[in-house]
């Protein structure tokens, strides 16, 4: 068979099947147990165990796709064409992964649900192209002490680029998330953080899948390197194992009441929020304030309807909302007194609930109500709100009022003593094609089209944040709590937590942040309670890494407040009835409006884990290093393979006599 030309064009064209079959029906098998293995371990089934081998499938098929290279006496093209069944059988096979982990997305953009599923599943696939064609062309005679690291590295360096690399980084679904619910994983994520975690359970899975292959086809160095293989796998099990004995325990201080306001806005109302409906609802919150708000005689944990809580009969350090859930334009004062000088009203074609006869109100309503609510309950609440810069209003002769700012920013406000406080926070991490478009946010035309044509309704185009900034809430008596307030997708970046928690100061690590207050609106997900628990997963983790707990408020669930180990102390909302009665806990976590109230510890002011000393200076190490390390592999191999590809014969044409 002649080899193929044309370059990339080609490469995507040419799909012969001819000695594919093998490789093909490998790839999807691997695929489709690894996709049961991981959903097994996903929420709601929860089996987290499962996520210990989850990958084991993937790296076998990968082991005997490599096989289907090294050994086959097919010219390069042949090869080439092999290897990219290798990466469509692995993508097949990983689909129904996908499609349970991310279905919710369809109601959200039906146009980019399939390539977004395709592009996730791809990931997969281009791990096991890539382990096939380093040990198939590249290392053809690679042993233990090189195949096992080799497939390791490879599974974080791709996880790596993906989350954090490829098109501003998109860190969901891990293979090693519900190991969260291992308090010894949880343990391991404090030294070296989640990506040490996926690399301990990487060389493990490596290291069985070796095993495993090697006994199969009866290898002639399989019992020379049998003990190196045996050491890959127990070793990391146990480390993983021992993590809470490894790791010191978080130093906790003093506990702090807090309350929350968890509210249920489906999405369709949030991205199309009417005037009536947004006062509809904003009365619901006001309610939801002071009933969270209000002393209680009688109190109750989430374990005991019967057991007091002391924290709830006292009133919290703060009351939060999730994010953006404050209805109107903006709450930052420039916005407000440009509202007010400009005299705009917003209106509506029936009378507003309850107000009879009421159909227009003052744009500024909502922020003033807002500050007359925290001056009448003396506790400062902490606010998600849209943040704009330079805010203009032009009204016009016919009545038409255009809207206009510089920046856009999704942020955090501290609202107290009456009043906004001039430091918010702005969403750093913005999330990929659901608040910005990668790449592309400098063409705003171009934005606007995908968004127009793909997700109507929304709008793509906030600006992002710069500053790690920290917001201290007042206290009477007391010294200010430092909060960091991660907005939303956030917590799915580490780099952001450890910089938010903590700094570097002449080498040295300090502590500067005592709680995150997570804002998030998990409406997104409409029906989808699974991807709740898994966002919620994420967020632990970042608890975990970094010894700092965590009071989460979300729309539609799952609020909660988690401790500096990972662990959810206290979650199930408190249902307030329609005439304002506090109820007591329920087992209810989504699809539900209601208050959250607890106590948090703190960290002691000098608790610094390992992860965090270690990551202000290096970074998160055990992510980027195999990630280079996997991108090294694939130059040294691409030089190699070339340097013993042997030239295609030639014929010499007779010359005639």
Not at 252 to 259: K, L, Y
Not at 413 to 430: C, H, M, N, Q, W
Not at 437 to 458: K, S
Request: charged content about 15%; hydrophobic content about 50%; overall charge positive.
């Amino acid at each position: 068979m002649a080899k193929s030309r044309g370059g990339i064009a080609t490469w995507l064209i040419d799909w012969r099947w001819r000695g594919s079959r093998k490789a093909f029906a490998i790839s999807v098998a691997g695929g489709l147990v690894h996709s049961l293995l991981y959903v097994l371990a996903m929420p709601l089934i929860s089996l987290w165990g499962f996520a210990l081998l989850a990958m084991l499938p993937i790296m076998l098929a990968s082991l005997l796709a490599s096989r289907e290279l090294r050994g086959s006496h097919a010219c390069a093209s042949e090869r080439s064409i092999r290897l990219r069944w290798v990466l469509l059988g692995m993508l097949l096979g990983c689909l129904p992964r996908e499609l349970v982990q991310h279905h919710w997305t369809w109601p959200v953009t039906a146009l980019g649900t399939v390539p977004f599923i395709l592009i996730q599943a791809l990931w997969t696939g281009l791990f096991a192209a890539l382990v096939a064609w380093l040990l198939g062309r590249a290392f053809p005679h690679g042993r233990a002490a090189l195949t096992i690291p080799l497939i390791a590295i490879c599974w974080v360096g791709v996880e790596y680029f993906r989350a954090r690399v490829f098109m501003g980084g998109y860190a969901w679904g891990f293979v090693v998330h519900p190991l969260i619910d291992w308090p010894a994983a949880a343990s391991i994520a404090s030294i070296g953080g989640v990506w040490l975690v996926s690399l301990l359970v990487a060389l493990a899975n490596a290291s069985l899948a070796w095993i495993a292959t090697t006994a199969i086809g009866r290898e002639p160095d399989h019992k020379s390197t049998l003990p190196f293989a045996l050491a890959g796998l127990v070793l990391p099990l146990a480390v993983l194992a021992s993590g809470s004995l490894l790791a010191p325990a978080p130093r906790e201080g003093e506990s702090v009441p807090i309350a929350i306001v968890q509210t249920n806005v489906p999405q369709s109302n949030k991205v199309m929020w009417t005037v009536a409906q947004e006062v509809e609802d904003f009365q619901r919150f006001v309610q939801l304030t002071l009933a969270a708000a209000e002393p209680r005689e009688r109190a109750f944990t989430d374990q005991s309807a019967a057991s007091p809580n002391p924290a709830a009969a006292s009133p919290p350090a703060f009351i939060v909302w999730p994010e953006t859930m404050m209805p109107g334009i903006s709450i930052a004062p420039q916005v407000v007194a440009e509202l007010d000088a400009k005299e705009i009203t917003l209106g509506s074609e029936q009378d507003l609930p309850g107000m009879p006869g009421v159909r227009r109100i003052p744009a500024s309503a909502f922020a003033d109500t807002l500050l007359a609510l925290q001056t009448r309950l003396a506790i400062p609440l902490i606010i998600g709100e849209e943040a704009r810069t330079n805010f203009k209003a032009t009204v016009h002769t016919d009545g038409g009022v255009d809207f206009s700012h510089d920046q856009r920013f999704n942020s955090v406000f501290i609202v107290d003593a009456g009043k906004v406080s001039p430091t918010r926070y702005d969403k750093i991490e913005l999330t990929p094609f659901g608040e910005s478009i990668p790449f592309f946010w400098r063409w705003p035309a171009f934005v606007q089209a995908v968004t127009d044509f793909a997700a109507a309704g929304m709008a793509l185009d906030l600006s992002r944040g710069t500053d790690f900034t920290t917001l201290e809430v007042p206290r009477a008596g007391a010294t200010p709590l430092r909060i960091a307030t991660p907005i939303c997708f956030e917590v799915t970046v580490p780099e952001l937590h450890r910089n938010l928690a903590f700094a570097s100061r002449d080498g040295t690590a300090e502590r500067r942040a005592d709680l995150f207050v997570n804002l998030t609106n998990d409406g997104w997900f409409t029906s989808n309670n699974q991807t709740r628990v898994q966002h919620l997963q994420i967020a632990r983790w970042r608890c975990a890494e970094t010894g700092t707990p965590m009071v989460r408020a979300a729309n539609t669930g799952i609020s909660c407040i988690i401790d500096a180990r990972g662990v959810v102390t206290r979650a199930g909302v408190e249902p307030v009835s329609p005439q304002g009665q506090l109820g007591p806990p329920s087992a209810q976590r989504w699809l539900t409006d209601g208050v959250i109230r607890g106590t948090v510890s703190l960290p002691a002011p000098a608790s610094i884990t390992p992860y965090a000393r270690v990551s202000l200076l290096l970074g998160d190490v055990f992510g980027w290093l195999p990630c280079v390390l996997a991108g090294l592999l694939v130059v040294f191999g691409l030089v190699s393979s070339r340097k013993h590809t042997k030239p295609a014969p030639t014929i010499a044409a007779k010359s005639a006599t």
